[in-house]
Nanobody, 122 residues
Framework: QVRLVESGGGSVQAGGSLRLSCAAS????????MAWLRQAPGKKREGVAV???????NYAESAKGRFAISRDNAKNILYLEMNNLRPEDTGTYYC????????????????RGQGTQVTVSS
């Protein structure tokens, strides 16, 4: 049974930083592309960053230069380092598995966690 558990969300002021983590279990973590998705209140879920099996990441335009996705295949953990946060980054962040590896345009993944809330105040 695939299980994805996010942590690390919180409330920060604009310009601050957060590091999200996602602990994965129930499948061969290293075999699948992973992603971080985001859903802001009243908006559709969107892709923020994706990473292939080898650690190569791609980002939504809004995240480029500020966010960094990484993975530890030995520990089955996915990370998202978020710097210079903006109020528009506010939303629920989800860890997702088994979907597009190289583009954030289609946030369709077979598995998704429960999410962790990120709130950025101005």
């Amino acid at each position: 049974q695939v299980r994805l558990v996010e942590s690390g969300g919180g409330s920060v002021q604009a310009g601050g930083s957060l590091r999200l983590s996602c602990a994965a279990s129930g499948y061969t973590f290293s075999s699948y592309c992973m992603a971080w998705l985001r859903q802001a209140p009243g908006k559709k879920r969107e892709g923020v960053a994706v990473i292939d099996r080898y650690g190569n990441g791609n980002y939504a335009e809004s995240a480029k230069g500020r966010f960094a996705i990484s993975r530890d295949n030995a520990k089955n953990i996915l990370y998202l380092e978020m710097n210079n946060l903006r109020p528009e980054d506010t939303g629920t962040y989800y860890c997702a598995a088994d979907g597009p590896c190289w583009s954030t345009a289609d946030p369709t993944y077979d598995y998704r966690g429960q999410g962790t809330q990120v709130t950025v105040s101005s």
